[in-house]
């Protein structure tokens, strides 16, 4: 059974730092493109970052380049999001996704992250 379970989200001060986890199970996680979304109340869910399957390609939405760094760690299954500087804009669910090659795609359940002001 296909799992991504995120995890880190909560509420901070603008300025703060948050690390949401998202640990995958059910399928091969090394051969997977990993990437966050956010989706902010009657907005649509939009790409914060990816990192391909070896973590050798990473990008990042403009928003949050040099606020927030994603990585990956293979052997436990698992894709982190660190989130600094945080400012109220950021506040959303974050989704963590899986893609094979744009043929199959998961997703977690979403972690909410409220900043406020």
């Known amino acids: 059974q296909v799992q991504l379970v995120e995890s880190g989200g909560g509420l901070v001060q603008a300025g703060g730092s948050l690390r949401l986890s998202c640990r995958a199970s059910?399928?091969?996680?090394?051969?997977?493109?990993m990437r966050w979304y956010c989706q902010a109340p009657g907005k649509e869910r939009e790409l914060v970052a990816g990192i391909t399957s070896a973590g050798g390609t990473i990008r990042y939405a403009d928003s949050v380049k040099g606020r927030f760094t994603i990585s990956r760690d293979n052997a436990k299954n698992t894709v982190y999001l660190q989130m600094n500087s945080l400012k109220p804009e950021d506040t959303a669910v974050y989704y963590c996704?899986?893609?094979?090659?744009?043929?199959?795609?998961?997703w977690g359940q979403g972690t909410q992250v409220t900043v406020s002001s």
């Open positions: 059910g399928f091969t996680f090394s051969s997977y493109s």
């Open positions: 996704n899986a893609d094979f090659r744009g043929a199959l795609t998961y």
